[in-house]
């Protein structure tokens, strides 16, 4: 019954092609402005958290400085992809006249501001742990709001429902640890 079940969601499943495909070239640029963030921010806390030790405070985590690092990482996209330019309207990135948003999550989700209007943007989700540690980037192809999880009044955050949006998701790095 059980290989019968997974027959059925496999033949109704489709598979989803993006218009425009990253190239090997971008995608290998979109994981050297990753790993060059993650490094000098690697670096940073190698250098502050003896300091906020002494003081008796814990350093700030990834998530924390993850505004600044976004920007990093997207300006560093744009200068090792020529494909790739400044944001059109309220998006970090543009390629081929298509809106690219650059988020920074912890461990294996993704997470989106309530107010965030999904209208078929990209997602270029970098994943990390202990910090200063990329685990993987993955690209969400032009999203849906029904990708996310419901708007709740208590909550300023929806998370990304991996089994409704796991046809639009490639996978451009993992690391191996």
Known sequence: MREQQQFEL???????????PLTDEEKEGIILAVKSAFL???NLYDKITPVFDEYG?????????ARDLSEKIETSIIQHCRTFTRGLRHADLAR???RWEVKICKDSGLTINQSSIIDGENYIV?????????????VLWEA??????????????RT??????RVRVQVI????S
Do not use: M
């Not at 350093?59 to 924390?64: E, F, H, I, L, N």
């Not at 990304?160 to 949006?165: E, G, Q, T």
């Not at 790095?173 to 191996?176: A, I």
């Open 40 to 42: 000098k921010l690697r």
């Open 173 to 176: 790095y993992k690391s191996d």
């Open 96 to 98: 081929f006249n298509k």
């Open 126 to 138: 970098v994943n990390y742990k202990n910090n200063s540690r990329v685990k993987k980037i993955w």
């Open 10 to 20: 496999a033949a109704t499943e489709q598979i989803y092609v993006p218009k425009g």
């Open 160 to 165: 990304v429902d991996h089994s409704k949006a």
């Open 144 to 157: 849906r709001d029904e990708f996310f999880s419901v708007r709740r009044r208590n909550s300023n955050a």
């Open 57 to 65: 405070f814990r350093a700030p985590s990834a998530g924390v400085v």
